[in-house]
């Protein structure tokens, strides 16, 4: 690569006055494309105002920029107004969770306390039941043993019976029982 310096200076790659053809050299030909350049530009814009059309694009720049600072503030607004409808949405949220949750607490415990007095309740009942069970039970065995034992009874005393009676004792009782039978006929 050359030095800039050497570029300019060494007029060995200038083209003569005779002769047309390109300088490939970009150092040495910036300067003469800008000079036709801004002649071009003076030329053409001597009715335009430089200084003008520079105003008129900065003001419309400047309208863009504070139109979109109003749009941005609008915006936050909007979203300033949204996250108070938030938050207040989220207040009422929680206050009801809180007060859904304590309500569920006390429900909770009101009837976990109806089911531990229905159960006592419930044990109550079974305990009467089997006392009335029980004592159903102790009865039918005392008549059941009152019944075995007056049969036993019985079954002695008829076999009592029957081993001391003989004909001639159960003939007198016979007629014993029936003058007591005649008695009674008498005194009606």
């Known amino acids: 690569m050359k030095n800039i310096t050497d570029s300019f200076l060494s007029l060995g790659y200038w083209t003569s006055a005779g002769s047309f053809g390109f300088n490939t050299d970009i150092l040495a030909t910036n ?21 003008c059309l520079l105003s008129d694009l900065l003001d419309n720049r400047k309208q863009r920029i504070l139109k979109t600072i109003r749009n941005s503030e609008e915006l936050r607004e909007g979203a300033i107004q949204q996250l108070e409808k938030a938050r207040a949405r989220l207040r009422k949220v929680e206050m009801e969770a809180n007060r859904f949750r304590v309500n569920g607490y006390s429900e909770i415990e009101r009837e976990k ?15 009467n039941y089997k006392n009335e069970t029980i004592h159903f039970e102790q009865q039918r065995a005392i008549n059941q043993v009152r019944q ?16 001391c009676l003989n004909n001639e004792l159960h003939l007198r009782t016979i007629s014993a029982n029936i003058g007591m039978f005649g008695a009674m006929k008498e005194i009606k």
Do not use: D, H, W
Not at 113 to 127: A, D, G, K, M
Not at 148 to 163: D, E, I, K, M
């Open 113 to 127: 306390l109806n089911l531990i007095n229905s159960i006592y309740t419930t044990l109550e009942q079974l305990e």
């Open 31 to 51: 300067p003469i494309n800008l000079s036709v350049v801004l002649g071009v530009l003076i030329f053409f814009g001597k009715g335009v105002c430089a200084s």
């Open 148 to 163: 075995r034992v007056f049969q036993q009874a019985l079954q002695g005393a008829l076999g009592t019976l029957n081993s």
